[in-house]
């Protein structure tokens, strides 16, 4: 079972250190102080699609657009399991929206023979929760979002659970080929092991370019999107909560005196 | 812009709020609203669909009696390219989402996902959605288009009585062959666990501030202490700290308590949707630009390894 899966490299957004401010431009923002790691999402995909290797063989292939640094998750991916990587890269692509971004990633999925497609459900920066099922759809292949749970039937069809509100799962059937976009807490991604990272560094990351891709510089970027964010902006913000001033002394003593007047101590 | 569509939800014999919901919201941009209904035996939605829309189109057909993306994505298509609707807005729920982005690529329409406000230009639409989980705003435009798709939050706009009697139109299904790449088994409900959070009267709720398992035990003390339960957000369940049943969200329960004491939970939309009616809510979080303040009434901006321990010695001191 040949699998290809797509990370993004996103800001730690848990991190409560990572500020996000805008950038001059309004259109971007300043990532100086970012720590990076991999999207939370695709980290599930990874070792989802590592799971039915295990089980099934054929090979895991890791597809990302993003720069150098992103090598740290591709590597990450590999030590992991994966078998060899595609890192896409070129100043043409700034400003893809999910469509053109989705146009990138075929380009490089196009000629793999794969069985199964698996990216993130959301990404944690622009959350659009979007490029998987456009990516499906510019493969032509049928897709399900949100999956919690994937089991083999036979050599052409799935059995996946789609996650809803309120936790209902949803079971269906899906055919192969195919692009899974995977929710989080389908399995416990495992830590990559001191060999795996040994290997890792010696597996290829196949660097691909504008002209790699086949692409114009038409399709991708601002020129080859359906949508374009003009701008950020700060939200506006309802009625802030009433922060209690002090050290953790003070402010537990003033959050205790609070519920009990409010009858709740 | 010639008409609206908007896309009606319904699961398990249930019309879905969000239907509503885009229906009001449809109605204030000025077009004329045609609510779209796809399903089996749905006469009655589409009865209640009509006071809400100037025209309603359904069909009816067993194979939209749950929803499959490959059979609603036909369907939906033919329809659109027939009828060539300025706008199509669609919940961006577990079904809507995973529909959007490849039925919008297919007929080549300007899309956009999870929008929180949505104005007209002219005839074509500004949507507003948050970035860096809800951290900022951004503005998106579209390209030059005869239809727009957005997929709108559920929630965003409240649904309000319209009074409407649009005109019901039942058509044949544009459909005839038969789907085959995909296929609808069953619903399998989540899990039942030992506590119902949801009749909780207070909720110590974890997140992923406490960083490791071996912190669940003060969380737990805290909890004892205030005689409240626990739960927590996604991370947190995701992780294994704790089980899916305690998982607050949109994913996981909606709670009312009287207090509701989120500890390093950052407060995205998905985690706030199941909490923001709790009667009190007070949040401690190292982050003073963490969103979950905005739905908070008392705020410790500080580490909670500090906060929390404090906090303990201080309701035990009280009760005496
Ligand atoms: C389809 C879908 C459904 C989802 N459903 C749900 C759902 O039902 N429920 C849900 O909760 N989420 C849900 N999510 C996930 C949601 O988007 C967030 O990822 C999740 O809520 C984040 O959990 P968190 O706040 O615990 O973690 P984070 O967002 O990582 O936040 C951790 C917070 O802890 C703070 N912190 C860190 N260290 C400290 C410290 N020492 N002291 C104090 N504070 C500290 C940080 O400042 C940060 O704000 C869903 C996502 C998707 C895509
Ligand atoms: N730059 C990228 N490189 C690789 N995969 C991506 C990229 N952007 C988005 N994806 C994939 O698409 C998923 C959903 O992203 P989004 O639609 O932006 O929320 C992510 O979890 C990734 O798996």
Sequence with gaps: MNIVVCVKQVPDTSDPDTEVHIDSTGRGVDQSKFSFVINEADNYGVEEAILLKEKHGGEVVIVSIGPEAANQVIRMALAKGGDRAIRLEDEAFAFSDVYATAKILQSAIKDIEFDVVMTGCMASDDGYAATGQTLAQLLGVPHAAYVKSVEVIDEKTLKVGRELEGGLLEMSEIKMPCVLTIQTGINEPRYASFKGIREA???????????????????????????????????????????????????STKLATILKEKGLV | MNEIFVLAEHRQGELREVSLELLTLASKLGPKVTAVLLGSGVDEFANKLASYADRVLYVDDSMYANYVCSAYQAALSELIKKEKPGLVLIGNTGQGSDLIPSLAVELGCPFT??????????????????FYGGKINGTIEFKDAETYLIGVREAAVPAEELGKSGEIQKIENPITTEITVQKFLEYVEAAVGEVDITQS??????????????????MEELAQVLGADLAGSRAVVDAGWLPPDRQVGISGKTVKPKLYLAVGISGAFQHVTGMKGSELVVAINKDPDAPIFQYADYGIVDDLFKVVPALIEKIKELKG
Excluded: F, H, W
């Design chain 1, 201 to 251: 560094s010696k597996k290829e990351i196949k660097i691909m370019d504008l002209a790699a891709t086949g692409l114009s510089s038409d399709e991708v970027g601002e020129n080859g999107s359906l949508s374009v964010l003009k701008g950020y902006s700060m939200p506006e913000v309802g009625e802030l909560a009433e922060i209690l001033e002090g050290d953790a002394s003070e402010t």
């Design chain 2, 113 to 130: 996902t999870d929008v929180i406000s949505l104005t007209l230009e002219g005839d074509k639409p500004v949507a507003v959605r948050q």
């Design chain 2, 201 to 218: 009267a207070m909720l110590v709720a974890v997140g992923r501030g406490i960083r490791e398992d071996k912190n669940m035990p003060m």
